[in-house]
């Protein structure tokens, strides 16, 4: 059965360190790329699919990012609080599922950015998502024409979009974009406290239940002051 989701989480708790100094004063993503900050740059993309309601986590200078926010009329937003603890990606979204519902939702990282191809990724992401036999769908960038990031990939993808880790030592096709659609069911026996999205996909990927789908476009990582002018190099091309 196939159904667009309508929530998601961004993940905006991190403390933003290799974003110094511009992360002195603000969260990270308040940083501007392009003029805007990071945030409204994803907030504005998940609204523009569909998106209706945001969960956002908060650690570091949480309250200037929701005072930022307030202004914000869609999507909908609401805050999980991480100000005591910082919870890693599982165990930050694990606190946030009674926020989140009982439907698969999107996670998008803070720091994702992208310029689209002929279609909406996010939409088609929801288009190919299938809970019978997915138990979560990466959006996934080739390697090759990635921005901002300088790894060896982190999957590889077979002829109907079944993903495997890239093995030591070698060079995989594509690189996770921060951006996924997630059964909740997936937290369920997870440890309390922090843990990383990690210990979910190789449940997974042990299932052959981990799917990708190839971005349409071209990624940019902004992680550094230098992946923002990277970033805005590329916006800036005709």
């Given at each position: 059965?196939?159904?667009h989701?309508?929530h998601?989480m961004?993940?905006a ?12 004063d ?8 392009a003029?805007?900050?990071l945030?409204?740059?994803v907030?504005?993309?998940l609204?523009?699919a ?5 969960v ?6 949480g ?25 890693d ?15 698969p ?25 299938d ?53 909740p069911?997936?937290?369920e ?19 052959d ?9 071209r990624?940019m ?18």
């Amino acid at each position: 059965m196939v159904a667009h989701p309508t929530h998601a989480m961004v993940m905006a708790a991190g403390l933003g360190k290799r974003m110094l100094p511009l992360t002195e004063d603000i969260p990270k993503p308040m940083v501007k790329v392009a003029g805007r900050p990071l945030i409204d740059h994803v907030l504005d993309r998940l609204s523009s699919a569909g998106v209706a309601d945001v969960v956002l986590n908060l650690h570091y200078k949480g309250d200037v990012l929701k005072d930022y926010l307030e202004g914000r009329d869609s999507p909908t937003i609401v805050y999980s609080d991480e100000t005591n603890e910082l919870l890693d990606t599982g165990g930050g979204v694990k606190k946030a599922l009674p926020l989140l519902g009982d439907a698969p939702f999107f996670t998008h990282n803070s720091d994702s950015l992208w310029i689209e191809g002929m279609s909406d990724n996010l939409r088609r992401m929801g288009e190919m998502w299938d809970e019978d036999k997915m138990d979560a769908l990466m959006l996934l960038a080739p390697l090759a024409s990635c921005t901002g990031f300088d790894g060896r990939g982190d999957f590889t993808m077979d002829g109907i979009g079944r993903l495997r880790r890239r093995k030591e030592r070698t060079v995989a096709p594509f690189v996770w974009t921060g951006v996924q659609i997630i059964r909740p069911e997936m937290f369920e026996d997870t440890p309390e406290g922090p843990f990383s999205t990690n210990l979910i996909w190789d449940r997974a990927i042990e299932n052959d239940r981990l799917y990708g789908i190839r971005l349409d476009g071209r990624w940019m990582h902004v992680g550094s002051p230098a992946g923002i002018d990277e970033a805005e190099a590329v916006l800036r091309q005709p």
